[in-house]
């Protein structure tokens, strides 16, 4: 250890080290003394082995809440654990530009000042975004710094930075050439907010009340004679260009090939019969809108039937909708169903709930719009995307999830990558103004190669995933062949939500066997939301968001960590609960003044000298550390991170905590007997620092602190060895030793609180032992027993006379009696549980009163009487408890 580079600690030996744990200042030292001395850096070393991950890459418009908290939780504690295994990591950070959100932050500062995007034109715009990225887009990951996210911070990334947008254009043009993407008119989901094209997967669909309208269309040459269809959006009935029946349907079988008028305009819309048509929603009967439906387009083709475009971009109706036109869309929708009304076509409006996509930014209701744009062909890529996984080259953490990602891309359709917006990755197309030539291409193009002529770039960018896509190659330098690719690729891991399988996990990996010919990742660990405590999902508008930063600035980042790990199971949603997050804390507390206590007590202390000969209590709490170092090692490698916690919960708080240190405390105190005293120190010391090592993924902080203040080699925890699985330390003899003697212990300390015996009186118990073998482990430690459960014991074996007129009580093997002689004043005792039950008989008679009043009860609400009720169970309750216990008194 360099001490002139490492922060002060306190000597183990100065036995000085603050009373009250302080994560404030620890964590702040700690996390500048790891960045300065480069100990997040992975230098490509072609003979260690790797370990990377890539960040999901938060929006530069982000801030860190409950979510960005938990994923980045779960990947901090993997990559320390890997690193401190020995593996050269690498856990790749970095920000998206998130093309739409971004732009539409800037739009609205902009707009405070009065200035709108096309005030300053495309490029003035287009430094408007780069100065507010310089501004605010550090701030998402300043904030994970708080969290202790150990990320290479020397290697970050952004997907608009030179390297990326480079790999991005190679992407964009190699798709192009093998006949992968294309250019064509097609229907699309648009946003009338955003003003762009969104891709299927960026549409949220939500359950809302509506109404189905039913309106006649009177059949042409037949008077009298109509056809009933039925639709959500009567505005899109002005785009309508024929009317689809199902083949079989009996009821217009004579109908097909006929046409209708079209109410209030009068076009002729011929009845076509498809096979898509459910005849049994609705009438049966389907009015064709195929500029305005993605399934009406289809059928539009398949019949040849014109595409009418009657919404604008903007949610206006279209120029030659009539007098409709100009109108909002839903303006239109009143104004239109009124006039079907006068007009006597409309039939009915019945209430009909369906699902409303809504733009997933800003919740505008989307509309489905025919737009040229550019397109992804997806078949041939999700094939091989889809064997990937299906044979176990990448694996699902939990698997259930392989199912949902397989689903999708079987029944995926061509993905719409064209963004009407100026923030973003530009589309490298050229479009030659004279002969109408379309040129893709990896530079800039300034004239046409085909005629010479002036050449205009494709004002649209790419959609923000696109690059994304990319990042786990991208990042690495890629289409360079770097040495960083070399070693890094594939990654090892990707964490991530199940929200962005479709968003991003897919894409990803089609786009890594496409350009790499290889998985960019070998497990997807997929984690559910964090909800809050009633289960519902975090939002602004229920107000029930948490900022994990004012957790941190109350509680410190280990709290919050441990508080998000412990409880978590992948793919399972989690609620967070304030009571855990103090129980985290708890914990912390618990490990400090542990700690405390043991640097206190090494005074003298030599790590390197051998230790004498262990006692019973060293045997098995050796023996515990190392089933637990078993255990948290086999739980994070099967990515069961709140297993791996909760062990190292249960081992430090409830085995090394509360019996260990009692159990040792005699012989640290013992000056006089060295040999036993240094032992002592060996075994605390030795479990405690690696325990700390155990507990350094997951509470990085405070284990940092502890671990520097006790005697250790190395420079920081960090990059401390993992400790090994030493088998050679198990003793089951050891532990059911022990459990015989705890489980003793626990059951005379239980006797002595149900009589309210003082803790330091000692009292007399006699342990009845099943067999030979548990009456020489109860007398051969009966030391222990005397100092932790206060008492004075005496071993018989079963079948010997036992006391009268005693406590009893049963455990593994063992007959404790504690005889009531000397151990309570009866009549002490009897008079205090007479006044207690006086008492309680005045609050079951209060209860039962206030309860058979009919007035109260009419008038109370339901929840009160409820807890009235709850009252009077456990007033009750308690009587009867002490009805038995003077009943037992006056026995004796």
Not at 66 to 87: E, K, P, S, V
Not at 571 to 591: H, P, T
Request: charged fraction near 25%; include cysteine; glycine fraction near 6%.
């Amino acid at each position: 250890m360099t001490t002139s580079e490492t922060p002060e600690t306190n000597n183990a030996q100065e036995n000085n080290i603050p009373k009250v744990y302080d994560p404030k200042s620890v964590e702040e030292k700690w996390y500048r003394f790891w960045e300065e001395n480069h100990l997040f850096h992975a230098a490509v070393e072609p003979e260690k082995q790797p370990y990377s991950i890539v960040i999901p890459p938060p929006n530069v418009t982000g801030q860190l809440h409950m979510g960005h908290a938990l994923d980045n939780t779960l990947q901090d504690i993997l990559i320390r654990w890997r690193r401190m295994q020995g593996y050269n990591t690498l856990w790749m950070p970095g920000t998206d530009h998130a093309g739409i959100a971004t732009q539409i932050k800037v739009e609205e500062n902009l707009a405070k000042e009065g200035i709108s995007r096309y005030d300053l034109g495309r490029d003035k715009f287009i430094e408007q975004v780069w100065d507010w990225k310089e501004q605010y887009g550090s701030r998402i990951l300043n904030q994970l710094k708080r969290l202790g996210a150990s990320c290479d911070w020397e290697r970050e990334r952004f997907t608009m930075d030179e390297g990326c947008s480079k790999a991005v254009r190679e992407v964009f043009v190699s798709l192009y050439e093998k006949g992968l993407i294309y250019q064509g008119n097609r229907i699309t989901n648009w946003c009338p907010r955003c003003n762009t094209a969104l891709s299927d997967i960026e549409v949220e669909h939500e359950e809302r009340p509506g109404h189905l309208y039913h309106v006649r269309y009177p059949v042409e040459g037949e008077d009298g004679q109509y056809v009933t269809v039925a639709t959500t959006r009567p505005e899109t009935i002005l785009g309508d260009s024929g009317v689809a029946v199902h083949p079989d349907d009996a009821r217009y079988k004579d109908l097909v090939g006929k046409n209708l008028i079209l109410p209030l305009l009068g076009r002729k819309l011929p009845i076509v019969a498809d096979a898509y048509v459910d005849p049994t929603f609705g009438t049966g009967a389907v009015k064709v809108t195929p500029a305005h439906d993605p399934n009406d387009f289809d059928m539009g083709l398949r019949h040849n039937l014109p595409q009418i475009v009657v919404i604008n971009l903007d949610g206006t109706m279209a120029a030659d909708t009539g007098k409709y036109a100009g109108m909002d869309r839903y303006e239109c929708r009143k104004a239109l169903v009124a006039d079907l009304k006068d007009a006597g076509y409309l039939v009915q409006i019945a209430d009909h709930s369906h699902a409303v996509g809504q733009c997933q930014r800003c919740t505008t209701v989307v509309e489905p719009l025919i737009s040229r744009q550019w397109f992804v062909k997806m078949a041939p890529l999700a094939e091989p995307a889809i064997e990937a996984v299906t044979s176990d080259r990448i694996s699902f953490v939990p698997d259930r999830f392989t199912k949902v990602y397989t689903n999708w891309l079987e029944n995926i359709r061509d993905w719409c990558i064209s963004r009407q917006i100026w923030w973003g990755h530009r589309i490298p197309a050229w479009y030659c103004q004279e002969c109408g030539e379309v040129t893709v291409s990896r530079t800039t193009v300034t004239a046409c190669a085909k005629c010479g002529g002036a050449v205009e770039q494709d004002p649209d960018v790419l959609d923000t995933w696109f690059s994304s896509a990319l990042w786990p190659f991208s990042t690495m330098g890629w289409p360079d062949q770097t040495a960083e690719l070399k070693q890094f690729y594939p990654t090892s891991v990707l964490v991530t939500g199940y929200d962005i399988i479709f968003f991003w996990v897919a894409r990803m990996i089609f786009m890594g066997l496409e350009f790499q010919n290889e998985i960019p990742f070998r497990h997807v660990f997929i984690h559910g939301l964090v909800r809050d405590s009633q289960g519902r999902k975090m939002s602004k508008s229920l107000g029930n968001g948490i900022d994990p930063l004012e957790v941190i600035e109350q509680y410190g980042a280990d709290t919050l960590r441990f508080t998000l790990v412990t409880g978590n199971t992948p793919g399972n949603d989690m609620r967070f609960y304030w009571e855990r997050v103090e129980s985290a804390r708890n914990f912390a507390n618990k490990i400090w003044n542990a700690s405390r206590f043991v640097m206190m007590n090494l005074e003298g202390f030599d790590p390197k000298a051998t230790p004498g000969e262990f006692t019973l209590a060293d045997r098995w709490i050796l023996s515990r550390y190392a089933r637990t170092v078993a255990d948290v090692t086999e739980n994070l490698e099967k990515f069961e991170l709140g297993e791996a916690a909760r062990a190292s919960y249960e081992f430090i708080w409830n085995e090394f905590c509360d019996w260990y240190i009692e159990l040792a405390k005699s012989r640290l105190y013992n000056k006089e007997d060295q040999a036993n005293r240094a032992t002592a120190q060996y075994v605390i010391w030795f479990v405690l620092s690696n325990t700390m090592k155990l507990l350094h993924p997951f509470m990085p902080f405070l284990t940092e602190e502890i671990w520097q203040h006790l005697p250790h080699e190395g420079e920081s925890l960090i990059i401390a060895e993992w400790p090994k699985q030493q088998t050679e330390l198990t003793d089951a003899a050891a532990e059911q030793a022990m459990t015989v003697l705890m489980d003793s212990i626990k059951a005379i300390r239980n006797m002595r609180a149900e009589v309210n015996v003082p803790p330091g009186k000692k009292t007399e118990a006699v342990l009845a032992a099943a067999n030979a073998e548990i009456a020489a482990i109860l007398t051969t430690n009966q030391a222990y027993i005397r100092t932790l459960a206060a008492s004075e014991p005496t071993v018989i074996l079963a079948g010997e006379a036992k006391p009268d007129n005693a406590m009893a009580a049963v455990v593994n093997g063992v007959e404790i009696y504690l005889p009531m002689k000397g151990l309570i004043d009866i009549e002490k005792e009897t008079a205090r549980l007479n006044k207690e039950r006086e008492g309680l008989e005045r609050e079951v008679a209060r209860v039962a009163g206030k309860l058979a009043n009919e007035s109260f009860v009419a008038k109370a609400p339901a929840e009160v009487i409820e807890k009235e009720k709850g009252k009077q169970k456990e007033y009750r309750d308690k009587l009867a408890a002490i009805e038995e216990r003077l009943e037992y008194l006056a026995s004796l």
